[in-house]
């Protein structure tokens, strides 16, 4: 399967940790890249290739992938990171881009 | 640093062509890979296609029959159009740069919205 799948919806409590998760197939072979997205923006790249912080993004970002599964990993929540977070990588052909459907965080 | 600008019109009839351009300022597009994405209101992102090297376009296969891009050099842009448009393909669309080659899109355009209505 080419598909990428995310929960949809993910709470945490203000200065705890959190992981959202993103399945699919193609995560075996390629790499993952995250991205957060507030409303009435564009995406913002948060992680790419699995683990690796563009500049300027908080280091409370981390990620990991093993298998099937990638996790993006929020240490220390904070309000402003209440946002929609989306999983990408290539599709088993290597040729196309999925994304997964997203996973709305709530900070409490 | 690099820009992108999306524009074109914001309705387009059923059944008609959707024509969007993307301008890229602070870089050439002969460097890097192109891609348009889109989003419909509420929901997830879809990727819709690529353009890079000499011209070399991938297409998401769900779309592939109703859709081109192509770069124009002289204006360093990009554009797309979608053929056969319906409400479905009401939603925002974004420009996004993609680096390397793990479709990571590191710089990404405001977005336009376009609505598909008569």
């Known amino acids: 399967s080419s598909e990428l799948t995310q929960d949809s919806a993910v709470s945490v409590a203000l200065g705890q940790t959190v992981r959202i998760t993103c399945q699919g197939d193609s995560l075996r072979s390629y790499y993952v890249s995250w991205y957060q997205q507030k409303p009435g923006q564009a995406p913002l790249i948060i992680l790419y290739d699995n683990n690796n912080r563009p500049s300027g993004i908080p280091d409370r970002f981390s990620g990991s992938s093993s298998g099937s599964t990638a996790s993006l990993i929020i240490t220390g929540a904070q309000a402003e990171d209440e946002a929609d977070y989306y999983c990408n990588c290539r599709d088993t052909s290597g040729f196309h881009v999925v994304f997964g459907g997203g996973t709305k965080l709530t900070v409490l | 640093q690099v820009q992108l600008q999306e524009s074109g019109p914001g309705l387009v009839k059923p059944s008609e062509t959707l024509s969007l351009t993307c301008s890229v300022s602070g870089g050439s597009i002969n460097l890097f890979s192109w891609n348009w994405i889109r989003q419909p209101a509420g929901k997830g992102l879809e990727w819709i296609g690529r353009i890079y090297t000499r011209g070399t376009t991938n297409y998401n296969p769900s779309l592939k029959s109703r859709v081109t891009m192509s770069g124009d050099t002289s204006k360093n842009a990009i554009s797309l159009n979608l053929y056969s448009v319906t409400a479905a393909d009401t939603a925002v669309y974004y420009c996004?740069?993609?680096?390397?080659?793990?479709?990571?899109?590191?710089?990404w355009g405001q977005g336009t919205v376009v609505t598909v209505s008569s």
């Open positions: 996004a740069r993609e680096v390397g080659t793990t479709s990571a899109f590191d710089i």
